[in-house]
């Protein structure tokens, strides 16, 4: 069990030590991801950004979703979407969701664009995965954009996730699979949803914002 999401971060750094020379950039995913990857890149001395993408939501059930859509437009989608889902429904909510992204953007990288990943180490970074669909979005991008290399990393995750994201990255780092995974936040003493102004403060303080 975590303290919270810096205590996190600190571990998982530890096990990520071996790509401290490959100069990686380390890639946050929001906002639950900033925290443990600000953590990461600065034991690392790597270069940090945040990577956006979100969840695609059932309509008649919000927090379960159906797959997820990154930033340059990347879809990854369950099967059960194709079984249960229309393609002009799947296309409405994933375009609510990048809207979504757009005011991430804005917000959390002032509208800049990410660094060129082309040829480099990416790690990317969460505070746990359930589900898995955001960072397999989010590795695909990486995949698009021509990373050498694509490290999924997360402090805890279902182990349902890790046969899953070893098919779409070069190596997986999880500290804790709990048998009986139920949510991210059961790994962590101290648990509460980043918000918008705690995020930008984070960033701020670590100098990713001016």
Request: include cysteine; proline fraction near 7%; glycine fraction near 6%.
């Amino acid at each position: 069990m975590f303290d919270d999401r810096t205590d996190a971060g600190r571990r998982l750094a530890q096990e990520l030590e071996s790509y401290h020379e490959a100069e990686p950039l380390v890639l946050a995913i929001p906002k639950g991801g900033i925290p443990v990857g600000l953590e990461v890149a600065g034991c690392l001395d790597a270069e940090f950004a945040v990577l956006v993408s979100r969840k695609l939501p059932f309509p008649d059930n919000p927090e379960s979703g159906f797959g997820a859509v990154a930033e340059d437009g990347t879809v990854y989608l369950h099967e059960i979407a194709r079984r249960s889902l229309s393609e002009p429904d799947i296309e409405t909510i994933a375009q609510r969701q990048r809207e979504e992204i757009a005011r991430r953007i804005q917000l959390l990288r002032r509208g800049q664009p990410l660094p060129p990943l082309q040829g480099r180490t990416v790690i990317l970074v969460d505070d746990g995965i359930a589900m898995g669909s955001t960072m397999r979005a989010s590795a695909g991008m990486c995949h698009n954009q021509k990373a050498a290399r694509i490290v999924v990393a997360a402090p805890v995750a279902s182990p349902r996730t890790i046969y899953d994201l070893q098919r779409v990255a070069d190596d997986v780092v999880i500290l804790e699979t709990p048998a009986g995974f139920r949510a991210v936040a059961e790994a962590y003493r101290h648990w509460h949803d980043v918000s918008d102004e705690e995020a930008v403060a984070l960033l701020e303080e670590h100098a990713v914002l001016p």
